[in-house]
C-alpha cells in the first residue's frame, strides 16, 4: 500500500532527482554530494559503496570514458512514511562514446529504488540501487559539436550557459 506524500514534498522529492541528473551529466561533484546523506549507500553496479564517495567516483569515471552523457527521469512511485520515503523512477540515459574516432551512443533504461531520509526539512538519498532493464549501443551519434555554430553546446563543466541560470 502506497502511503500518501503532500504536495510540498513529493516536488522536493522530484527537484532532488532532477539535481541528481544534472550533477551527473555536467559532470559537478558537490551538486551531486548534495543529494547523498553523509551515511548513504549507492549500489550503482560498477560501484558499491558510500553515497557521497559515489559522487566523488562518477565524475572522473564518465569524463574518463564518456564524451557527454544525458539522463531522462520518467515516472516515479513514491511511497511516503514519515520521515522515510521509497521510491522507484524510471530512467533512460544516454552515453556517448568515441573508441579510435568512431562515434557511438551506449543506451540505458531502467530504475533507481531509492529510500530517503528527510533530516531537519530536507529530503536527501539514503540508499540507492540501480536496476538496469535494458542497454544496447547505437553506432553513430555525435556529440552536441557537431551542430552548426549557431546552436548553444552543452558542457560536462560550469561553463555550460545553464548555470548562468542557477
Known sequence: MTGMISAEDHLAVLDLF??????IDRLDTALLKSVYWPDSADHHGVFDGPG??????????LRDKYTHTLHL???SLISCSG?????ETYFSSMHGLDR???AS????????LDRLERRSGIWRVL????????????????????????????????????????
Not at 557521497?52 to 569515471?61: D, L
Not at 520521515?83 to 521510491?87: F, L, R, V
Not at 551512443?105 to 533507481?112: H, L
Open 18 to 23: 532532477a539535481r541528481y541528473c544534472r550533477g
Open 52 to 61: 557521497q564517495e559515489f559522487a566523488e567516483w562518477i565524475v572522473p569515471f
Open 73 to 75: 527521469l520518467g515516472q
Open 83 to 87: 520521515d522515510s520515503i521509497s521510491a
Open 100 to 102: 579510435n574516432g568512431v
Open 105 to 112: 551512443v551506449e543506451m540505458c533504461s531502467g530504475r533507481y
Open 127 to 166: 540508499d540507492r540501487l540501480l536496476v538496469i532493464d535494458f542497454i544496447f549501443e547505437v553506432p553513430g551519434g555525435g556529440a552536441a559539436a557537431s551542430l552548426p555554430p549557431a546552436f548553444a553546446r552543452g558542457e560536462r563543466a560550469k561553463s555550460d550557459v545553464s548555470y548562468r541560470l542557477f
